[in-house]
């Protein structure tokens, strides 16, 4: 662990109804996480990761156990209250970009911030920082579907960072991405990892993101098996 | 709010033609609406108008006995024109008429016909009056052209009119048609036949005597008057209030039928926004919206196909109604047998109540149209949602 935890979970236990019966998919998960980790929950389809990180994201809630988030334990949280947390203190990347299809670029990174109270001028500066961050400023007043795969996470990326958030949960972030867009945006993370320090976690079974992880967790049939970290 | 109105405003403009065809049908059923309510609020105003200007004035003083639905009333519905009204005829204020029933005999058929007896001077109604000044070997006599299509008259005809005196006994005379006047009021053209009043009372015996008066003065409390009691303009153009009630229940059905089209447009576009922006939702609700807040946010996107459907609607329904309220509708059809003060051309009247009611109507019914299939996502697993897997 690099600095204080962000993240505690506790025992963590996520079942869900299937046909008559529950399925487990967390059985038990205990783990830390600190400031300005790069940490990734590795596994095959089926282990758990999403189903981690969408507890950890406050998207869903823990069946037993506890997972306390930025010192506010998920399961006590109502919906204000995680929605609360999500848009002050976490930023989201996905699979499949989730970028709003009919706003610009620039509008689809200004979004998390209309939740918060920053005024047009602030707003401004920040998303066009974001988008510097990522370099897509040239493409500010494009719509996603004129953007390639890479850019188009490249902007899920600006949106997740734009705000600043303590921690960035990415799932899948280079599924649909070839390899050299995969590094491109792996590198550009990593780059905003230590200039931030945020926090990233990622669901992934991807080789080219593990490669980029400094903690590696290997979840197996929704337990941690293993951990790796590397010194770097 | 601001935010969900802002990108409400951001989808919805984004969305393209999806948008512009719910906004297209919604804005034809803002213009048509304000429109056949602006041609019911005319075709009442420009009735009673007419009615006021041709037949009541500002009211009437009826007889007790008399009732226009009830013949038999008609021999007994007169007395003495009493001295309290003397002073306003004289000013022109107040139209004397006597009314009695009678028969023409237009190329040898017999024709019943109302005579009515009333001042040449009058100059209170516009019934061209002044023609029955017109120097004949006869009566003469004015109707209008109702009574004229009907019994093959024309100006200069001769005809002769029988009637009953006050004593019981038949009399008949030839009486000229000087004028043939057009009016939309047909209380006073279809089977009416005009001449002086002097004359009236003189054929019936019956010196200054008469079956009402029109008045110009609008007093609402006055009293009866002898046998002649109060008709205020109110209770004599109720029939046209009914007919408008009537009429407004028929519009209604197509309105509801009209907006039901429209809603229905925006309900499945509102259906299909939530099954195929699944993703969306959960992108929302990620970034930190509350699912409550994804319901308002399309709750919001629905009901803003009104206000662009509004605004829409101003670019090319305001020209229409100016020059509508100009032209005027003209029915496609002969009115002047409708029993109603009809005229053929009716021009719309709107006020800003009804712009304004519609409004509020058509913008309260797309907004709970909106918010029904939008309550859904408040039932979405947001997990689910982002990976757009909810059927």
């Known amino acids: 662990m690099e600095n204080s935890a962000i993240i505690q979970i506790n025992q963590l236990i996520k079942r869900f109804p299937m046909g008559k019966g529950e399925f487990t998919a967390l059985k038990g998960i205990n783990l830390d996480f600190g400031t300005g980790e790069f940490a990734g929950l590795i596994g095959p389809s089926g282990s758990g990761k999403t189903t981690l990180l969408n507890i950890i994201g406050s998207l869903d809630m823990p069946t ?30 996905f699979q499949s970009y989730n970028l709003l299809q009919v706003h610009t670029v620039f509008e689809n990174v200004e979004f998390p911030l209309l939740l918060l109270d920053y005024t047009t001028a602030e707003r401004k500066k920040m998303v066009m920082d974001a988008l510097e961050w990522v370099g897509l400023t040239d493409k500010v007043k494009s719509k996603p579907p004129q953007l390639s795969g890479g850019e188009c996470q490249r902007v899920a990326i600006a949106r997740a960072m734009v705000k600043k958030p303590s921690l960035v949960l990415a799932d899948e972030p280079t599924a649909n991405l070839d390899a050299a867009n995969s590094h491109n945006i792996l590198q550009t993370m990593l780059n905003l990892n230590r200039e931030l320090k945020t926090t990233f976690i990622f669901a992934t079974h991807d080789e080219k993101v593990i490669g980029y992880l400094k903690r590696k967790i290997f979840l197996k049939d929704g337990l941690v098996d293993h951990e790796e970290w590397i010194n770097q | 709010m601001k935010i969900a109105f802002k990108l409400a405003f951001r989808n919805l403009i984004g969305a393209g033609l999806r948008t512009w065809l719910n906004v297209i049908v919604l804005s034809f059923s803002f213009v048509v609406i304000i429109w056949m309510k602006g041609i019911l609020v005319g075709w009442d105003h420009q009735a009673k108008n007419d009615m006021e200007q041709w037949e009541i004035g500002k009211g009437q003083f009826w007889h007790n006995q008399y009732d226009p639905y009830d013949g038999f009333t008609i021999t007994d519905s007169h007395a003495p024109i009493p001295n309290e009204f003397k002073p306003e005829i004289e000013k022109g204020e107040m139209v004397p008429m006597l009314f009695a029933q009678g028969t023409i005999y237009p190329q040898g058929r017999m024709q019943p016909a109302m005579i009515k007896g009333i001042p040449a001077n009058q100059t209170l109604l516009k019934i061209p009056t002044h023609k029955l000044d017109s120097v004949t070997d006869v009566i003469p006599a004015i109707i209008g052209e109702v009574m004229a299509r009907s019994s093959h008259l024309e100006k200069g005809s001769r005809v002769v009119l029988r009637w009953r005196d006050s004593k019981g006994t038949f009399d008949a005379a030839e009486i000229e048609i000087v004028d043939i006047f057009s009016t939309t009021v047909p209380t006073i053209d279809v089977a009416q036949v005009w001449i002086n009043l002097e004359t009236m009372q003189e054929k019936l015996l019956l010196p200054e005597q008469a079956t009402l008066f029109s ?51 925006i309900f499945d576009t509102q259906i299909l926004s939530i099954f195929r922006r699944q993703k969306e939702i959960g992108t929302y609700v990620a970034l930190g919206y509350t699912r409550q807040q994804v319901v308002t946010l399309f709750t919001v996107e629905g009901a803003m196909h009104a206000v662009l459907a509004a605004a829409l609607a101003a670019v090319y ?52 149209v909106s918010y029904w299939p939008a309550r859904r996502i408040a039932k979405m697993n947001p997990t689910e949602a982002l990976r757009g897997k909810i059927q």
């Open chain 1, 64 to 93: 037993e156990g506890e997972a306390v988030v930025l010192g506010k334990p998920i399961s006590k949280l109502s919906s204000k209250e995680s929605a609360k947390l999500r848009k002050e203190s976490l930023g989201f990347i």
């Open chain 2, 317 to 368: 329904g305001i020209p229409f109604f100016i020059w509508q309220s100009k032209v005027g509708f003209t029915i496609p059809m002969d009115t002047s047998e409708f029993g109603m003060a009809i005229a053929p051309t009716m021009y719309p009247i709107y006020s800003v109540g009804l712009i304004l009611s519609t409004t509020l109507i058509v913008l309260l019914t797309t907004s709970v």
């Open chain 2, 215 to 265: 008045f110009a003065n609008a007093e609402e409390n006055r009293p009866a008057v002898g046998d002649f009691r109060l008709k205020t303009k109110k209770e004599l153009t109720a029939e046209i209030d009914a007919m408008i009630k009537t009429k407004s229940k028929g519009q209604s059905v197509f309105y509801f039928i009209l907006l039901l089209l429209a809603m229905l447009a």
